[in-house]
């Protein structure tokens, strides 16, 4: 979101036609719009966005769309959770998780992705473990894909450390200089240490540029008998985190709910704007209340509630 020391030149090569003629502080901001009709926006000018801090309405000097320098990170959970066979045998109904997901995430989901920026590939049980660093190449993404091994073998269901390892994935993209980083997160569910420390991400979140995308295994609704804490409580923590950023919740808790979860995902992902604006410099940054509407008849905007600078 924020950058220092701009020039005109260097903004120009980065996003296009620009207004500005100063070196100014500079934030960003990143939105996705859908119609009446529920389909995603690929068509906005920048006269027809309005951005409003704390109430006040902001010029807008440059709108990105497809152009906008990207970083992707996708970091999946492999374990007992989604691997709960140790091969699946979908002839007797046995089907991993982990398995469906990474076919389908092998099976030309990048694609579209990789037009705007380098993507990495993240799994982990009790570890965060690299299958891939950052890369613009399909084969890299989609090869240790196929070879992943499901991890059926721990013996741990309930202590996975989510909120850790979307700590160390936020940590990665931070160093990276691509204006728009994003972080996809496939897992069961939260658990009870994650949870403990919900306002500590919620906070992590907010102050960084890092957009989160959770797709959750687990029941939207779960059932009134025999739920645990970690399913009673899933949905409202991560609907907090993706909540301080541009992203979404999906619920997948039936792989029959997986494709259209990753199509809309990958829709979302890839019709994207990035609006960006100058601001007065702070001596100590503060939270400024956001809101932007687009002029589209009955249309959804989702963005950060909060920008800190």
């Known amino acids: 979101m924020r950058r220092f020391g701009w020039t005109l030149l260097a903004a120009m090569l980065q996003f296009g036609t620009v207004v500005w003629t100063s070196p100014l502080e500079i934030q ?45 990170l996708f970091l999946l959970e492999n374990s007992p959770r989604t691997a709960q066979y140790p091969v699946s045998m979908p002839q007797f109904g046995q089907i991993n998780t982990i398995d469906e997901l990474r076919y389908q995430l092998a099976s030309g989901f990048f ?14 049980y009790q570890d965060f473990e690299i299958l891939q ?48 980083k994003i972080l996809v997160l496939f897992t069961a569910t939260v658990d009870r240490e994650s949870y403990k420390s919900l306002e500590e991400y919620r906070q992590l979140l907010r102050m960084s540029d890092v957009e989160l995308y959770v797709v959750t295994f687990a029941a939207r609704f779960p059932s009134t008998t025999g739920r645990s804490f970690e399913q009673t409580m899933n949905g409202y923590y991560f609907q907090n985190l993706v909540g301080e950023t541009s992203g979404r919740l999906y619920f997948a ?57």
């Open 28 to 72: 960003y901001l990143n939105f996705s719009a859908r119609d009446k009709n529920g389909i995603y926006v690929r068509d906005l000018d920048m006269d027809e966005v309005e951005l409003l801090i704390d109430e006040e309405p902001v010029p807008i000097r440059l709108l990105g769309y497809k152009n906008t320098p990207t970083a992707f």
């Open 111 to 124: 694609w579209p992705l990789l037009e705007v920026g380098p993507v990495m590939l993240v799994h982990f």
């Open 133 to 180: 660093g950052f890369t613009e190449q399909i084969h890299q993404l989609e090869d240790p894909l196929l070879r992943l091994q499901p991890n059926s073998m721990g013996l741990d269901r309930e202590n996975i450390p989510v909120a850790r390892m979307i700590g160390r994935a936020v940590d990665r993209l931070l160093q990276r200089r691509e204006s728009r």
């Open 253 to 309: 808790e039936q792989l029959s709910y997986l494709e259209d979860s990753l199509l809309d995902l990958r829709s979302r992902l890839t019709n994207s704007y990035t609006i960006g604006f100058n601001v007065e410099p702070a001596q100590e940054p503060t939270e400024h209340d956001v809101q932007i509407t687009i002029v589209r008849d009955k249309s959804e905007v989702t963005h950060r509630r909060i920008l800190i600078y």
